[in-house]
């Protein structure tokens, strides 16, 4: 094997130049120009070169060949062999970037396969090993010579055996296979190999096969650490949609505490929310082999769903300032809440080992808490993702409360609305109601709030249209006006309306809504009272002036009688 640039005119320098993939024949050599240009061509009376460029990455990095003093001509099996050994050196030179120059020779072979990073390993066409290189030796901890002669089945996993005994058939029917291997070590520890398969051929019969291995078993965890994170990122985020578009009145802690179950990787989990003290709490949900949780419910000797815990103030102070907080045992949680011999039962027979609490808040407001049980051996991971799941619950909850809030509310003024006895509507522009209260209906004498919903307001309610639009709006877009309407029987009806306008973002108006009061009986009271204060005045101006009459009378009597002598009758006072 030359794997060092040779001068001009050198055969495998031509082979490293071309570049190709195929092996390259060059005969008759002592009557061509490279016997001129390669001294070894007539020194040592070489008649025919085959070879084959090694790879290394993209580039060729020197060449694979084989010189003859006479003129030979390599059958496909040779050729094929020659490829699979270049190859083989170019996955060494690769990996190991170690010695660049290799003779072709059994002893360096030999060598560059005991000391590769690679597992190598050659099976007869009986399934028995005839070669494991010390890197297989040494990662199995395996003897190799115990190995020789024997079959590869007892190493092998029970479900990897069809797969691999396919394999192995198809190898020794000449194919070349790519797979992943699973392997048992003596300790019982699984080690996960990449594995090229490939089969040896000698004077065009397959003898065996060949194989190159890379331990993958650490790329493997990642691998899967990745698919599980992915996985529970998904879930997360799917069951944040879930909460985020809910519109159920009631929430579903069993679904939450189970998802959150799924996400975290924890065994167990209970799901707890505060009181309003912030200081007790309540176990809403539990997840987990529900066969287990009964009988864990068993050994506590209560119900865990539901039960109110009482604050534990040496649980609390463990807890200030973290967002997850991490216990070593479930007795180190609970301290005094759950007698050490029972903690320490629980521990033993569900293999609990580490605990960890992850808070649910809002606003720096505790709402609760998961406890997240794992097995011994395992402990939280993707506490980025626990933490953001935890805070969308938090957010859910909040925003829950708020709802039920908001109902409660809204359940009272709509019962005030509906039992008001005054009308309380909402219209269009354009004259149509949006809503109206049963007061409304009974008041314009209509038989259902839905044949009311149906008129024309300004054609059929209004004797002046003029009514309907505002004469005078305060600050608030509020007016307050009398004016009589139209019943459905035709009679007319005196209301008082306050009512106010709502507009949108450009000032056009978009609904009224208002609040009208039946006046009739008070707008009667009053024209009977104007009335009577007309007949009043009438009947004070007529008494008025009937006293100035007398006055004058009396004044003219005193005059007549001053003028006779004699003394006045009346005193006037004016």
């Known amino acids: 094997a030359v794997l060092s640039v040779q001068p001009e005119g050198y055969i495998s320098t031509k082979v490293i130049d071309e570049k190709s993939d195929n092996v390259r024949i060059f005969r008759n050599l002592k ?111 395996m003897n190799a010579k115990d190995w020789i002669g024997k079959s590869f089945i007892p190493l092998v996993l029970e479900e990897d055996l069809p797969m691999l005994t396919d394999v192995f058939q198809r190898s020794i029917n000449g194919e070349v296979r790519t797979y992943e291997l699973r392997f048992r070590k003596t300790d019982s520890s699984i080690l996960t190999i990449l594995v090229n398969t490939s089969p040896i051929y000698v004077q065009e019969e397959i003898v065996g096969m060949i194989s190159f291995g890379q331990d993958i078993t650490e790329r493997k965890k990642a691998e899967n650490a990745l698919l599980t994170s992915e996985t529970r990122l998904r879930k997360a985020l799917k069951q944040s949609s879930s909460m985020i578009q809910s519109n159920d009145n009631e929430i579903d802690y069993q679904l939450i505490a189970d998802s959150f179950l799924e996400i975290s990787g924890a065994k167990y989990l209970s799901f707890n929310i505060f009181d309003d003290n912030g200081l007790d709490f309540t176990t809403v949900a539990v997840s987990g082999v529900r066969e287990n949780l009964l009988k864990f419910t068993t050994m506590l000797g209560y119900e865990v769903v539901n039960k109110k815990w009482k604050y534990d103030p040496n649980r609390a102070p463990k807890m200030e300032g973290n967002m997850i907080c991490i216990f070593k045992s479930l007795s180190e949680l609970t301290g005094n809440v759950i007698p050490k011999p029972i903690s320490t039962l629980l521990e033993k027979t569900f293999n609990i080992g580490e605990v960890a609490i992850v808070k649910i808040t809002k606003n720096n407001t505790a709402l609760g808490d998961f406890t997240l049980v794992y097995p011994k051996g395992e402990t939280l991971e993707n506490s980025e993702l626990i933490e953001l799941f935890a805070n969308q619950v938090g957010l859910f909850l909040e925003r829950k409360k708020a709802e039920k809030a908001l109902n409660e509310s809204e359940a009272v003024y709509r019962n005030l609305v509906q039992r008001i006895p005054d009308g309380v509507y909402k219209s269009t522009p354009d004259g149509k109601f949006v809503d109206i209260n049963p007061a409304m209906v009974k008041m314009l004498g209509y038989e259902s709030k839905e044949e009311l919903l149906n008129i024309d307001i300004k054609k059929e309610l209004y004797f002046d249209e003029s009514h309907r639009d505002p004469k005078f709006l305060n600050p608030n877009n509020e007016e307050k006006s009398v004016f009589e309407l139209r019943k459905k029987d035709g009679s007319g009806i005196w209301v008082e309306d306050h009512g106010w306008y709502n507009f949108d973002e450009n000032g056009r108006k978009i609904s009224n809504e208002g609040v009208l009061r039946d006046i009739t009986e008070r707008k009667k009271a009053e024209e009977t009272l104007t009335e009577k204060m007309d007949e009043l005045m009438r009947f004070h101006r007529l008494m008025v002036g009937r006293e100035l009459t007398m006055i004058e009378l009396k004044k003219e009597v005193n005059y007549l009688l001053k003028k006779a002598g004699e003394a006045e009758k009346y005193k006037i006072v004016e």
């Open 31 to 141: 009557n061509s120009s490279y016997a001129t240009t390669n001294p070894i061509v007539l020194k040592y009376g070489i008649e025919t070169y085959i070879g084959k460029s090694v790879k290394f990455g993209k580039d060729n990095a020197g060449s694979l060949c084989v010189l003859f003093e006479n003129d030979y001509s390599p059958s496909k099996n040779e050729i094929h062999l020659l490829e699979i050994i270049a190859s083989a050196i170019g996955v060494e030179e690769e990996r190991m970037e170690v010695q660049r120059v290799l003779e072709v020779s059994e002893e360096k072979y030999r060598t560059m396969i005991e000391h590769s990073n690679d597992w190598i390993w050659m099976l007869d066409k009986k399934g028995c090993f005839n070669f494991i290189n010390k890197t297989t030796e040494k990662a199995t901890e």
